[in-house]
């Protein structure tokens, strides 16, 4: 998912009670479909979202909204699969803002045009982010599986900006970009981006599948964050307002994330066909989630036993126990420990007190080697995704 952020002005509103020691639904993450026209490698959707269930209809979204927003949630993030498929999208934003949200697009650009835009800011949309996959055309489409793909985000991008947004452009990096992150400093700069998020690829979903061919060598991710603070530095001294924000991926700390700000603190994602999750990356686990179809959100957040398993820290075996950062990392990130571990309760093997951390030394290790070109990038599509997802 991408790099998001709280607005503090939307952070007053509707009055609210909360059980005890256990925070607000502060950011809603609503992934309004998985129908997506582009095919990128590293989409952090399920493997499996073309097996999912049907999407839920404009008024179960207005009344998802509205129970979160009761419960005190300030942002929303409409997200996908591509949000902009739904054709539904100005309405929902519509409604999302008459009920007091701080509303965020965040899109591919793909399917935007200059009267969606319009459209949007009429609708009150605050915020847009559009990704790109390169500052080169032909590996940006190639990665997109779209050959039309970068000319339209190029066109889509300065639109956004002359209807008065803040340009915030999202690029995720990775062993076939990365040595091109000058390029694509300079990119955004031509293009008058207000935040760029330069967010090294992170391993979920179709990433995951993909990881010996996106995951970049130490070298190449020091090679960019130091060309970053370069950039960084010439932009403050020549007053260009552009905010680098570069995201470094868990493969290379020694110390795991606090993942989602905790298990069920801050962020409810909604998927498309209801199922509720305390993360985008949930859905993998081998926990039945809750529905908005079958419960409402106060149940889902308070009581439902997923948004319970990883509260608090009664739940963790040792390392974590015993360990005095817990409250700063939570132990990490519960998908991820599932993902190399097989168990979601296990220490974020990026930790270095994890006795599974040779994981991902293991996979730094095969990073430094070339390339498997005997290995193609497996693309995020429906035919893959019935043929990959779990039946
Ligand atoms: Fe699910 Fe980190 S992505 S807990």
């Known amino acids: 998912m991408s790099e998001l952020t709280l607005s503090p002005a939307a952070s007053t509103g509707s009055a609210t009670t909360a059980a005890p020691n256990v925070g607000l639904p502060l950011w809603l993450l609503a992934e309004v479909t998985y129908r997506c026209p582009l095919q990128c490698p590293y989409c952090s959707n399920p493997v499996d979202f073309a097996r999912q269930g049907n ?29 902009l498929v739904r054709q539904d999208l100005a309405e929902l934003i519509g409604e999302a803002r008459k009920l007091g949200y701080y509303t965020n697009l965040i899109t591919s650009g793909i399917g935007l045009t200059e009267q969606k835009i319009a459209d949007f800011q009429r609708a009150g949309l605050d915020h847009i982010q559009i990704s790109f996959q390169s500052s080169d055309e032909q590996v940006n489409n190639m990665l997109a599986g779209s050959s039309k793909a970068f000319a339209q985000k190029l066109a889509m991008a300065r639109a956004v900006k002359a209807h008065g947004y803040p340009m915030v452009l999202n690029f995720v990096t990775h062993r076939y970009n990365i040595d091109d992150i000058d390029r694509i400093i300079e990119l955004c700069i031509a293009l008058e981006a207000d935040f760029v998020e330069l967010a090294t690829c992170q391993f979920y979903g179709w990433a995951k599948l993909n990881r010996a061919q996106l995951l970049p060598t130490r070298e190449q991710l020091e090679r960019a964050e130091r060309i970053t603070n370069e ?26 994330k606090a993942c989602m700000g905790g298990w069920g603190a801050i962020f409810l994602t909604v998927t498309p066909d209801g199922t509720a999750l305390p993360c985008h990356g949930a859905r993998q686990l081998p926990i039945q989630f809750p529905n908005v179809r079958d419960h409402d959100l106060r149940h889902i957040w308070y009581d439902s036993f997923g948004f319970n398993r990883f509260r608090g820290d009664a739940w963790m ?73 779990n039946p």
């Open 317 to 389: 075996p040792e390392p974590c126990r015993s360990c005095d950062e817990k409250e700063k990392d939570f132990g990490g990130c519960r998908c991820q420990a599932f993902m190399l571990t097989g168990d979601a309760a296990n220490a974020d093997p990026v930790c270095g007190k994890s006795p599974e951390h040779r994981i991902i030394v293991q996979a730094r290790s095969e990073a430094a080697q070339p390339v498997p070109t005997t290995q193609p990038l497996i693309f995020r599509n429906d035919r893959n995704s019935r043929t990959l997802g």
């Open 231 to 256: 950039y960084r530095a010439k932009l403050e001294a020549s007053g260009n307002p552009c905010k680098l924000i570069f995201v470094t991926p868990d493969y290379y700390e020694e110390r795991p």
């Open 55 to 83: 999407e839920l209809s404009t008024q179960d979204w207005i009344r998802v909204m509205t129970e979160a927003r009761a419960m005190g949630a300030a942002q929303i993030g409409f997200s996908g699969g591509e949000p």
